[in-house]
């Protein structure tokens, strides 16, 4: 077996941080964080068009809705999620969320928009999250008397999701719900009529119905997240994997032929040196781990965008994909594990395949959790550049000698 390591200006063709990944709404889980001023993300729900007319026991047709009873929503937290950063002595401490209304009409993703509904005189509830492992489900009530209006109003009840305490302690700590596309999506309900026998509650699950004129982006909002402060630098020469908005790093390798098309490929490794001080999001206590996914891209040299490229990842039964895991306890540096990709890229022509990966986080837009890490730069010191370390085997003959 032969050994070499190859520096990452002559291994890598490109190396460059990628934004606006995943897209908006499509996030794996809905997150809600605040620490300080460094992170503030919300989370919006939509259930449109909500059912305004119910059928009393005493009428054959239908009639508007007068009244609100038992006005809740439902929503699954994912309680393996949870970290809060407590002050001294407070040994653990129970989130606490605030519901607000904030429906409006002509503004689907502004922020300065949307943030400034969180305020008192729309506020809908407040409940503390107890958790227990695995996952919990809360109903959660909500104010009767402002539903009603907007059950008569617009018929759109748009719930925007806030941390605003943790325990004793100012909200400093973060939590996950199940999105409208799990198995366990957000419901809203609410009862027409006292005869609560005979009369079913009127319930519904996420539904968007604007922009009218992006039938798509429509569908996307059915829940999404509201990033007021992020966790992501500005796009620089640095390469990010995670954060809040999601970064992702683009690499397409130059890799010597006789190896990659000749060889037998044991093992290829990319090593990423950390930026001091740009791990960021993380917390001790229950600790966190950052991990990173490096599918290869089955996308041919053609497509030269590396934005355009990141989004043709090969599924794990084309391309295994291994996950690498690190914490902030971790010196200086990762290795990212790529010899499934490599092996792919043997016996394709380099016209037809793109010998690439993409480094994102796991749980992608729905975690605060980032990386910072050098760039193959003539300007970065050679001990700090990626390299990409190759153990192989050569073509063995089993001819006569």
């Not at 003539?378 to 192989?392: D, E, F, M, T």
């Given at each position: 077996?032969?050994?070499?390591v ?20 499509t996030?794996?889980?809905l997150l ?5 001023d ?7 729900i939509?259930?449109?068009s ?11 047709t239908l ?19 949870f ?26 993703t ?8 969180f305020?008192?005189?729309r ?7 107890v ?9 959660i ?7 009603l209006?907007?059950?008569m ?11 605003t ?7 400093n ?8 596309t ?12 006292t ?5 079913p509650?009127i319930?519904?699950?996420a ?19 509201l ?7 500005p ?5 990010d ?5 999601a ?9 010597p ?19 001091p ?17 490096a ?6 040299p ?8 990141a989004?043709f ?7 295994g ?8 306890s971790?010196?200086?540096s ?17 016209d ?7 480094l994102m986080?796991t749980?992608?837009?729905?975690s ?6 050098y760039?193959?730069l ?15 085997v ?5 001819g006569?000698p």
């Open positions: 077996m032969h050994d070499t190859i520096d990452g200006l002559s291994a890598m063709a490109i190396d460059t941080t990628i934004a606006g990944y995943p897209l908006l709404g996030e794996p889980e809600v964080a605040a620490s300080g460094t992170l503030d993300v919300r989370s919006i939509r259930f449109d909500v059912q305004y007319k119910y059928r009393p026991t005493s009428a054959d009639q508007p809705v007068t009244q609100v009873i038992n006005s809740y929503v439902r929503l699954v937290f994912d309680t393996l999620s970290r809060p950063r407590l002050p001294s002595g407070q040994p653990s401490g129970t989130p606490t969320i605030a519901i607000y209304d904030v429906d409006t009409v002509g503004s689907d502004a922020v300065g928009v949307l943030s400034s509904l305020r008192i005189d506020r809908l509830a407040t409940q503390s999250v958790l227990a492992s695995g996952t919990d489900t809360m109903r009530s909500l104010d009767s008397t402002k539903i209006a907007k059950i109003g617009d018929h759109n009840i748009r719930l925007g999701i806030r941390l305490a943790i325990g004793v302690a100012p909200p700590g973060r939590l996950n719900m199940l999105n409208a799990s198995g366990l999506p957000p419901v809203f309900s609410y009862e027409a009529d005869d609560t026998t005979a009369i509650a319930t519904a699950e539904r968007s119905t604007t922009p009218t004129n992006d039938s798509a982006l429509a569908q996307r909002l059915l829940n999404y997240p990033i007021v402060a992020g966790t992501s630098p796009v620089g020469e640095h390469l994997i995670g954060g809040i908005p970064r992702r790093t683009f690499v397409q390798f130059v890799l032929t006789k190896i990659i098309d000749s060889a037998t490929v044991i093992r290829a490794t990319l090593t990423l040196h950390l930026i001080n740009t791990m960021r999001g993380f917390f001790t206590s229950p600790p966190d781990s950052l991990g990173v996914l599918p290869g891209i089955i996308s041919t053609a497509i030269t965008d590396p934005g355009h490229a989004g990842n090969a599924p794990s039964t084309v391309i994909i291994d996950t690498s895991y690190f914490t902030p971790y010196p200086d990762i290795n990212i594990e790529f010899v499934n990709a490599a092996r792919h890229w043997k016996g394709r022509a380099a037809t395949v793109s010998r690439a990966i993409v986080g749980n992608e837009g729905a605060p959790l980032i990386a910072s890490f760039p193959a003539p300007s970065v010191p050679y001990a700090l550049r990626p390299h990409v370390h190759l153990a192989y050569n073509p063995v003959g089993f006569l």
